[in-house]
């Protein structure tokens, strides 16, 4: 029998979305925040994304979830107590789905919580999740991460399993995950599980493509952004005149991703008149690239202890899982 139960954010998000717009883009220098990259429109860009030839990430945590989550199930139920699968940033579920079935097939008692910033994604999930795994308990929340993580960790006294999928974690620089981490810690108890993905550096060539790929996909997901306050914060940005630029540094492991104003120009956001110089830029997002070492680094400077390591079989990707202390 299926439980649904929606819990929605009490923070206005399109006041936070125009505050934190509106601070981004008066900083020097200008920046974006990429949580806001996912509205419908922006959510179907990036489906678009994971299926490019380019964009080897998918299919290398994909090949986990699928091949290995009997031993990922193992892991998570290994003293057969009752807990609430709690997921950052859930996106459709495609790759968490093969877990959520090996936990069921083995009768295992959890509540499934996930967590995502787009309303349209909480919804989907709980319209469609149901029908493919009618025994499923899921209970979505629709916000920001610790916000929402906070409800989650209320929801009952059962252990915690986090899933943190999809190098999320990449979107941060080292010391904001470091930070992230840290703060992840403080909302879980001992004993509480982490499973975190990370995408492993590896050819410089091979990870560049993947942000700036051939068919212009990631250009218009970081375009997007920018019509999306058009949209809903009353902008009047001309999409023409900015264009992607992403650069990959192999020492340290940092991929970034840009728009650069082609003109000097003003944009208004509501009452907000914008200036950009020609050639600036405004910082989109990171996608941060790890060694093992850092990893396991990242791991004891915030309170978990790593147990064990899951790969794709070109050890393109890695998802982790930790222990809190």
Not at 137 to 145: A, E, P, S, V
Not at 236 to 252: C, G, K, R, T
Not at 296 to 323: M, S
Request: hydrophobic share 40%; proline share 2%.
């Amino acid at each position: 029998m299926s439980t649904t139960t929606t819990i929605e954010t009490t923070t206005d998000n399109k006041t936070q979305f125009l505050q934190e717009t509106l601070t981004g883009l008066q900083s020097e220098p200008k920046f974006m925040r990429s949580k806001y990259f996912y509205d419908a429109t922006g959510d179907r860009i990036f489906q678009q994304i994971m299926e490019m030839e380019e964009y080897y990430l998918t299919n290398a945590e994909m090949e986990i979830l699928r091949y290995q989550s009997a031993q990922l199930s193992q892991a998570i139920t290994a003293d057969g107590t009752a807990f609430d699968l709690i997921e950052l940033g859930a996106g459709d579920a495609t790759k968490s789905i093969h877990l959520l079935k090996s936990l069921l097939d083995n009768k295992m008692e959890f509540s499934y919580v996930p967590i995502d910033i787009s309303e349209h994604v909480i919804s989907d999930l709980e319209e469609n999740l149901p029908k493919k795994l009618p025994e499923l308990d899921i209970k979505g929340l629709n916000g920001d991460y610790f916000d929402m993580l906070k409800k989650a960790t209320q929801l009952s006294d059962r252990r915690k399993v986090v899933l943190f999928m999809g190098a999320n974690i990449g979107n941060m620089t080292i010391a904001d995950a470091e930070d992230f981490c840290s703060s992840l810690k403080q909302l879980l108890s001992p004993n509480d599980l982490l499973i975190i993905g990370f995408d492993l550096k590896k050819n410089p060539q091979q990870i560049l493509a993947a942000y700036n790929d051939k068919g212009g996909i990631t250009r218009s997901f970081n375009l997007n952004l920018l019509q999306r306050i058009n949209k809903e914060l009353d902008g009047n940005f001309n999409l023409e005149n900015f264009e992607h630029y992403a650069s990959y540094d192999p020492a340290s492991g940092a991929c970034k991703s840009y728009l650069i104003s082609l003109k000097n120009q003003i944009v208004n956001i509501g009452r907000q008149a914008i200036h950009f110089a020609e050639n600036e830029y405004i910082f989109m997002e990171i996608s941060q690239k790890y060694a093992l070492s850092d990893i396991d680094q990242l791991a004891e400077k915030t309170g978990f202890k790593p147990l064990q390591r899951f790969f794709d079989q070109h050890q393109y990707f890695v998802d982790a899982i930790w222990k809190v202390d």
